[in-house]
């Protein structure tokens, strides 16, 4: 039997969801590996929605869960549903909607807040000593919940040694 990964998305676009291309890499890469995968993203209003032919903001309220399932082909859970204690591993893809729908680092920066589902998906995860893999944006996520988890984002240049 293969391992229980549990994938939370951000909702359906690189601009204000998922990225689709390292979602669907996880996924590719995850039944490869013979693990059994089920994806789950927070029932909330995404923070903004982005029109990605134009790449400019559209006038028009979405929601990251039922975003999300365009990635999920329906087949997805809330996210205040997943129990830590049923997978092996939680992985979460980049995209800027990690940024600004699972926390508020978009607008924020290292001030800003996290979702209380990713939060505490995370911190049971951290606590049962369990894999937890975060893609691009993502690790912001962990800089924010655990104390003492230093990130880099981005940077070309050397700044103090890293």
């Known amino acids: 039997m293969g391992k229980r990964v549990a994938l939370v998305l951000a909702g359906c676009g690189v601009f204000d969801g998922s990225e689709i291309h390292e979602a669907s890499a996880a996924l590719v890469h995850l039944s490869r590996g013979g693990a059994e995968v089920k994806i789950f993203a927070p029932n909330i209003e995404q923070r903004d929605v982005v029109n990605h032919l134009k790449g400019s903001p559209a006038e028009e309220k979405r929601n990251v869960l039922v975003e999300s399932a365009r990635l999920a082909r329906g ?3 809330d996210l205040a549903e997943l129990k830590a204690s049923e997978f092996d591993a939680v992985i979460f893809p980049g ?3 990690v940024a600004k729908n ?3 680092w978009a607008v924020d920066g290292k001030n800003c807040t996290v979702n209380e589902h990713v939060s505490s998906t995370l911190q049971a995860f951290h606590s049962a000593k369990k894999p937890i893999g975060l893609c691009c944006i993502s690790p912001v996520l962990a800089a924010k919940v655990f104390p003492g988890c230093e ?3 981005g940077q070309d240049k050397n700044v103090d040694g890293r």
């Open 75 to 77: 087949n997805i859970q």
């Open 95 to 97: 995209g800027f909607g």
């Open 102 to 104: 699972l926390c508020s």
């Open 151 to 153: 990130v880099t984002v």
